[in-house]
């Protein structure tokens, strides 16, 4: 699909921080204190690394993210096992089965990555939202907007709200009377995945009561991800028809179409 | 009776001394500030001022007096019944229906901040900010329920306008309402808030 793109891209720096960070830090510690030290220091950032997959699948069952701390945990496996294999080539121990589990694991999750099925889809959404919209000019508002009505009951609001949460779409808050889908944008999930975030009022996010309506609220911050000021009113609406269009799909068993929609954007599977 | 002059009425009406200062008014022909004073132990300026209100009030008629010492003023009661009626309807907005058909949305960059109800489909309140720096002020407004659902639907800057009519009705407020609905319009047209096109 052949579109113009609306949002900013964040950095690609930041991708590749943690490993250049890691890979800088395991030569100076080999370089100094050999590689033992070396490899005990890099097992015990991976174990580190694995727990925030690991929260992600506990907070949204995204099976992929279990895949992703599993790799991260037969890496930690490898990276103690090995020194003592080093010196004496006899204490191999379960180091071939660490490995074995390492390289399947790392099939998995680069498969997973490249299919998207890691990605936070908030900024997916924002593009969705943002495709229909040529209209441009300063209207930003600080409120809600009311966009419509779509008839729901209380299991496809379940089913839905799974959806969204297990795809990474949005985070799920659910109220008395209704469910906020707070947008997965890049750089928000880490204080929802951590529970540090109890609230959604400063974030963007979209509202479905159980009587089917629909509100949306964007915040300037993420307004600003647009590359222009498109029409603020346009936005909101199609952003509560775009989430309205998911329900209805989603009511009809048929979610596949809606991960098919986003994967055609073909944004970066990495950021 | 007007509202301005209802109220100076009632200023003077709950004076806990008042009660006493109309039954020396009724019982005597007139009476000077200073005996009113005297016999209500009072200070005399306080009975000067009641006696002077109530004269703006054409309730009591002041008579100049040339003694042998120097001139006074003594007071007469005019009106030994009072009769206090306001007619509130006369605050009703004038002409609402006409007032339904204005457009209105959002006006950009207002310094205005709208707090959700709990339910979620409203708006609890509207808080403005007026100045900058150390001389910014807020203004906090507590809305209705029929106003928070009004304003709710309001739309954005630089949206299609909507007449108040349409947007109450999309906001299923009944016309029963649209006289809080003007008012709050009218308020946030004054503080910059709201733009009639």
């Known amino acids: ?99 074995v589990g390492m390289y399947i694991s790392l099939m998995v999750v680069a498969y997973l990555t490249f299919n998207r099925k890691l990605r936070w889809r908030g900024q997916e959404i924002f593009e969705l939202a943002a495709l229909p919209i040529e209209d441009i000019g300063n209207s930003f508002s600080a409120r809600p ?79 600003l991800r647009f590359k222009m000021d498109l029409d603020f009113d346009q936005l909101c609406q199609s952003l509560g028809d775009l989430i309205s269009e998911f329900l209805e799909l989603s009511k009809n068993g048929q979610e596949s179409q809606i991960i098919d929609k986003m994967n055609a954007l073909r944004l970066n599977p990495f950021m | 009776m007007d509202f301005l002059t209802a109220a100076k009425l009632g200023a003077c009406l709950s004076k806990e001394y008042a009660e006493d200062f109309f039954k020396l008014l009724v019982n005597y022909q007139d009476i ?47 009106k030994p019944k009072i009769n206090l009626e306001l007619d509130l309807t006369e605050f009703e907005k004038d002409n609402p229906g006409e007032g339904l058909t204005r457009l209105v949305r959002e006006k950009n960059d207002n310094d205005a901040n709208f707090s959700v109800a709990r339910s979620g489909d409203s708006f609890s309140g509207v808080t403005i900010w007026k100045g900058t720096g150390r001389e910014r002020k807020e203004h906090k407004i507590s809305l209705t329920t029929p106003q928070g659902k009004f304003l709710f ?17 999309k906001a299923g407020v009944e016309p029963d309402y649209s006289t809080e609905i003007q008012d709050i319009v009218d308020e946030l047209i004054r503080l910059g808030v709201i733009e009639v096109l």
Request: hydrophobic share 50%.
């Open chain 1, 1 to 99: 699909m052949f579109f113009e793109r609306k949002t900013k891209d964040s950095s690609m720096l930041k991708i590749f921080l943690i490993p250049i960070g890691v890979i800088a830090l395991f030569l100076t510690v080999a370089s100094l204190a050999g590689f033992g030290p070396a490899l005990y220091m890099l097992g015990v950032i991976y174990f580190f690394l694995s727990v925030m997959p690991f929260i992600t699948f506990w907070r949204t069952r995204n099976a992929g993210f279990l895949a992703l701390t599993l790799f991260l945990i037969f890496v930690f496996l490898v990276c103690v096992s090995a020194p003592p294999a080093i010196k004496d080539k006899s204490q191999t121990g379960l180091i071939p089965l660490f490995l």
């Open chain 1, 145 to 223: 907007r009311p966009t419509g009505q779509i008839p729901i009951s209380k299991t496809e609001m379940i089913r839905f709200v799974d959806f969204m949460t297990k795809n990474l779409l949005a985070f799920a808050f659910r109220e008395d009377n209704r469910v906020i889908f707070v947008l997965a944008l890049p750089g928000k999930e880490t204080p929802y995945l951590l529970g540090l975030k109890k609230d959604y009022l400063e974030d963007t996010w979209v509202a479905i009561d159980f009587d089917g309506n629909i509100s949306v609220n964007i915040t300037e911050e993420d307004y």
């Open chain 2, 32 to 78: 000077s500030a200073s005996e009113a004073a005297s016999r209500l132990n009072l200070h005399i300026q306080t009975a000067q001022d009641f006696l002077d209100a109530l004269t703006n009030l054409e309730i009591v008629k002041k008579t100049e007096v040339f003694e042998k010492k120097r001139p006074y003023f003594r007071f007469t009661l005019i």
């Open chain 2, 153 to 169: 639907h309001l739309p954005f800057p630089k949206a299609r306008a909507m007449t108040i009519a349409d947007i109450m009705e």
